[in-house]
Nanobody, 124 residues
Framework: QVRLVESGGGLVQAGGSLRLSCAASGLTFSNYDMGWFRQAPGKEREFVVTINRRSGTSISYADSVKRRFTISRNNNKNTVYLQMNMLKPEDTAIYYC????????????????WGQGTQVTVSP
């Protein structure tokens, strides 16, 4: 059974930082691209960032988070991280990690497995 478990969310003031983690089990972690998505109230789930399988050297960010967010992965620990700096109120959302064995664009339906999400709230 595949499980993705996010942690690290919370309440932070604008300009602050948070580090999210996503621990994976039940799959060969290094064989999967890992992504972070987010969903704000009343909005669709949107792509944040993805990192490629194995080497983790190919990374794509949404324009809204470039130069503020950093994704990384540790294949030995089956964990992907999202370092979020210079947070803004508009970053408030539930953040989900996701895994995919395929390829293509970064729409949610391209990802096979999802975590339950962790809430990030950024106050003004």
């Amino acid at each position: 059974q595949v499980r993705l478990v996010e942690s690290g969310g919370g309440l932070v003031q604008a300009g602050g930082s948070l580090r999210l983690s996503c621990a994976a089990s039940g799959l060969t972690f290094s064989n999967y691209d890992m992504g972070w998505f987010r969903q704000a109230p009343g909005k669709e789930r949107e792509f944040v960032v993805t990192i490629n399988r194995r080497s983790g050297t190919s990374i794509s960010y949404a324009d809204s988070v470039k130069r503020r967010f950093t994704i990384s992965r540790n294949n030995n620990k089956n964990t992907v991280y999202l370092q979020m700096n210079m947070l803004k109120p508009e970053d408030t959302a539930i953040y989900y990690c996701a895994a995919r064995s395929g390829s293509g664009d970064y729409t949610p339906y391209k990802y096979d497995y999802w975590g339950q999400g962790t809430q990030v709230t950024v106050s003004p």
